[in-house]
């Protein structure tokens, strides 16, 4: 039997980085994890509610935290240049004090000219980057999929648009698979479509993996795309 593994986590530290940078005591192991979940959900509900019109889509947040300042970068797929710059000073300038009122803590650091432990106040900083190939991210054509088949588009011709759009993004290879009551069918069954090459034994192979579940009136459907990006 194959043995399956997740491939972002079987390439980390080479291809594939850490999106939570920080140490921490065992004891507060748990309470930064939570932290971290919890500023995602925060920065993902504000976006979806006050930021529609500057913001396309949300691909990830990395979080890097250090004793007295925490560090966000958020990946974002932008409006277009003229109604991301008109909209996005107005949605976003509640963000950083929202931010920072919800979750500063107070840190200890250890001072080198008294030589003692002293508490400071952690700050919390955010950045913005912008991602123009949308359809290079699995996420992304993860979310597509799931609106052409919430609008009762076949299941093959979505799949097949999907790998379309990956490949005007210049990808090298993309497998897109699908799992459950695919066409309302009484059965359950794994349909999957590969264009190119998705070598996901090569650990050097620059991979993006997305798992996505979805909500369909026949029940839920998995939705699992790979793309090959880069051999570098």
């Not at 932290?35 to 995602?40: A, L, T």
Request: glycine share 6%; with cysteine.
């Amino acid at each position: 039997m194959g043995q399956k593994i997740n491939p972002l986590g079987l390439r980390l530290g080479t291809t594939q980085s850490h999106h939570s940078l920080w140490f921490a005591k065992p004891k507060n192991y748990s309470k930064e994890l939570q932290e971290d979940e919890k500023i995602r959900y925060y920065i993902k509900n504000y976006v979806e509610k006050n930021m529609t019109s500057s913001v396309r889509a949300l691909i990830r947040i990395e979080i890097e935290k250090a004793v007295d300042v925490t560090t966000m970068k958020i990946y974002i797929v932008p409006a277009p240049a003229e109604v991301f710059n008109e909209h996005y000073r107005r949605e976003s300038k509640n963000l950083q004090p929202n931010l920072q009122k919800e979750f500063a803590s107070v840190k200890q650091k250890f001072d080198w000219k008294t030589g003692k432990r002293i508490s400071v106040m952690a700050k919390l900083n955010f950045t913005l980057i912008k991602i123009f190939e949308p359809y290079r991210h699995p996420k992304i054509l993860a979310e597509f999929l799931s609106d052409q088949l919430q609008q009762r588009i076949p299941f093959r011709k979505a799949m097949k648009k999907a790998i379309e759009l990956a490949k005007q993004a210049n990808t090298k290879g993309i497998r897109v698979q699908l799992a459950g009551r695919l066409g309302g069918k009484e059965i359950a069954r794994v349909e999957w479509i590969r264009e190119g090459r998705v070598p996901l034994q090569t650990i050097q192979a620059k991979i993006d993996y997305c798992s996505y579940p979805i909500r369909t009136i026949y029940g839920v459907l998995g939705i699992k795309i790979w793309i090959f990006i880069d051999g570098e």
